[in-house]
C-alpha cells in the first residue's frame, strides 16, 4: 500500500521568512496531493492540493510542487506570518477496493518566531 | 454552505465499553471517512461510507463498524473499547465523482478510554 514519508518534523522559522515541508510518496499510481493545516484542538483544515499532471500550483503565499518521477512534492509558504504556526500534514490518495483514502505524513510543527 | 460537524466533542469511556460517534456531512456531499489520529500522528484511514454501504477499510478490527444514512450523516461505532483506542476522531466528507478528491474535515471527537 501507500506510503508517506515527511519532514521535518520540526520546523523553526523566523517570522517573513519562507517555510519549506518536504513529502515523498510509494506508489507511483496515487494522483492527488492535498495539504492540510492542523490547529490546536481543531481539525485538519485543507489548504491546497495539487493533481499528478500538474508540476506547480500557487495560492498566494502558498505553493506545491509535485515531482512524479522523484515520487516527492512540497510545500512552501513565503512572508511566514505568526498565524501560520500550526502542524502541517502532506497527504496521497491510496485507493483501497474503490475508496479514496488520504494517507498522511507524520506531520510537521510550524513555529513561526516573531 | 454548512460545514462538517461531529458529535460529541469530548467523551470519556472505560474500557470495555461501546461508543457511537457522529457525522453530518457538508452540504452536497454524498461520502464520509473516518480516520483516527492518535496523539502527535498524522490520521490514519478506517473506513469510507458511499451511498449507505463501506466502500473501503483500513487496518482496523470488525469492532469499529460504521453507519451511513439517507441524509449522508455517519456514525462510527466501536465496541469492546480498548486503552490504545483513545484518540481523536477524524471524520470528512467529500463528492464521489470519477474527478474529485477533496475531503473536508470535521473538528474532530476526543475520545479518552480509561
Known amino acids: 500500500g501507500e506510503n508517506v514519508e515527511q519532514h521535518p518534523s520540526t520546523l523553526s522559522v523566523q517570522e517573513g521568512d519562507s517555510a519549506v515541508i518536504k513529502c515523498t510518496y510509494s506508489d507511483s499510481a496515487s494522483n492527488y496531493f492535498p495539504w492540510y493545516k492542523q490547529e490546536l484542538g481543531k481539525g485538519p483544515q485543507l489548504i491546497i492540493d495539487?493533481?499528478?499532471?500538474?508540476g506547480e500550483k500557487k495560492d498566494q503565499r502558498i505553493a506545491v510542487t509535485l515531482n512524479k518521477t522523484a515520487k516527492h512534492f512540497s510545500l512552501h509558504i513565503t512572508e511566514t506570518q505568526p498565524e501560520d504556526s500550526a502542524v502541517y500534514f502532506c497527504?496521497?490518495?491510496?485507493?483501497?477496493?474503490?475508496?479514496?483514502?488520504?494517507?498522511f505524513g507524520q506531520g510537521t510543527r510550524l513555529t513561526i518566531n516573531p | 454552505e454548512t460545514g462538517v460537524t461531529q458529535s460529541p466533542t469530548h467523551l470519556i469511556k472505560t474500557r470495555g465499553q461501546q461508543v457511537t460517534l457522529r457525522c453530518s456531512s457538508q452540504s452536497g456531499h454524498n461520502t464520509v471517512s473516518w480516520y483516527q489520529q492518535a496523539l502527535g500522528q498524522g490520521p490514519q484511514f478506517i473506513f469510507q461510507y458511499y451511498r449507505e454501504e463501506e466502500n473501503g477499510r483500513g487496518n482496523f478490527p470488525p469492532r469499529f463498524s460504521g453507519l451511513q444514512f439517507p441524509n449522508y450523516s455517519s456514525e462510527l461505532n466501536v465496541n469492546a473499547l480498548e486503552l490504545d483506542d483513545s484518540a481523536l476522531y477524524l471524520c470528512?466528507?467529500?463528492?464521489?465523482?470519477?474527478?474529485?478528491?477533496?475531503?473536508?474535515f470535521g473538528p474532530g471527537t476526543r475520545l479518552t478510554v480509561t
Open positions: 497527504a496521497a490518495i491510496g485507493a483501497v477496493q474503490g475508496a479514496q483514502k488520504l494517507v
Open positions: 495539487i493533481r499528478s499532471n500538474v
Open positions: 470528512a466528507s467529500s463528492l464521489f465523482l470519477v474527478d474529485t478528491r477533496e475531503q473536508y
